[in-house]
């Protein structure tokens, strides 16, 4: 007989959006739980990972932190490849950042389908400096049939949210 053993799901999670959303930031505070105020322009990719308890199983997120190179469309292609869920993040105070939302979710589809996908708009602690309306935020989300998540990785609000999320809907779809 086979004696059942434990073993992690392992996930990879892609996170994508304009230089300076926050998205280096994100992934050193869910997976080292620190935050800094230095906007560090890294070139080179960073990989981090945490394990969690999702609905009984061990999800092991692995998170590819490919900031500063949001130019080098060759390079962070080759990241996107084997990721099964998808972090889309603008800034609440960066409009651009959120026009280029979609141009993300199509450079990630191309590489990945269609995998779980969460949107999140990030910096919400900077509330007199947002640009973006509450329902075009809603709007956007819907067109993209991916939830909309309200961040502050500075305050730490809602960051667990996020990877929690998309876990489960991983899980669902195995
Ligand atoms: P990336 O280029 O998308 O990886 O962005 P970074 O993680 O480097 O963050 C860019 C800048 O925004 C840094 O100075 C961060 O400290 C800052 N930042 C990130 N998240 C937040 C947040 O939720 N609130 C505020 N006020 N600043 C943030």
């Given at each position: 007989f086979v004696i059942p053993v434990a073993s992690a799901v392992d996930l990879v999670v892609v996170i994508v959006g304009?230089?300076?959303v926050g998205k280096s930031s994100m992934i050193q505070r869910y997976c080292r739980g620190t935050f800094t105020r230095e906007y560090k322009k890294t070139i080179g990719v960073d990989f981090l990972e945490r394990q969690i308890q999702c609905e009984g199983?061990?999800?092991?997120?692995?998170?590819?932190d490919t900031a500063g190179q949001e130019e080098f469309d060759a390079i962070t292609k080759a990241y996107?490849?084997?990721a099964q869920a998808c972090v889309l993040a603008f800034s609440s105070t960066d409009r651009s950042s959120f026009e280029a939302i979609h141009s993300w979710k199509v450079k990630v589809e191309d590489e990945c389908g269609e995998i779980p996908t969460v949107l999140v708009q990030n910096k919400i602690d900077l509330v007199d400096q947002c640009v973006i309306d509450p329902k075009e935020a809603e709007l956007l989300s819907r067109a993209l049939g991916a939830k909309l998540i309200k961040t502050s990785v500075k305050e730490d609000i809602n960051v667990?949210?996020?990877f929690w999320y998309l876990a489960t809907q991983c899980l669902a779809e195995l």
């Amino acid at each position: 007989f086979v004696i059942p053993v434990a073993s992690a799901v392992d996930l990879v999670v892609v996170i994508v959006g304009n230089g300076a959303v926050g998205k280096s930031s994100m992934i050193q505070r869910y997976c080292r739980g620190t935050f800094t105020r230095e906007y560090k322009k890294t070139i080179g990719v960073d990989f981090l990972e945490r394990q969690i308890q999702c609905e009984g199983e061990d999800v092991r997120l692995m998170l590819w932190d490919t900031a500063g190179q949001e130019e080098f469309d060759a390079i962070t292609k080759a990241y996107y490849r084997g990721a099964q869920a998808c972090v889309l993040a603008f800034s609440s105070t960066d409009r651009s950042s959120f026009e280029a939302i979609h141009s993300w979710k199509v450079k990630v589809e191309d590489e990945c389908g269609e995998i779980p996908t969460v949107l999140v708009q990030n910096k919400i602690d900077l509330v007199d400096q947002c640009v973006i309306d509450p329902k075009e935020a809603e709007l956007l989300s819907r067109a993209l049939g991916a939830k909309l998540i309200k961040t502050s990785v500075k305050e730490d609000i809602n960051v667990n949210a996020v990877f929690w999320y998309l876990a489960t809907q991983c899980l669902a779809e195995l």
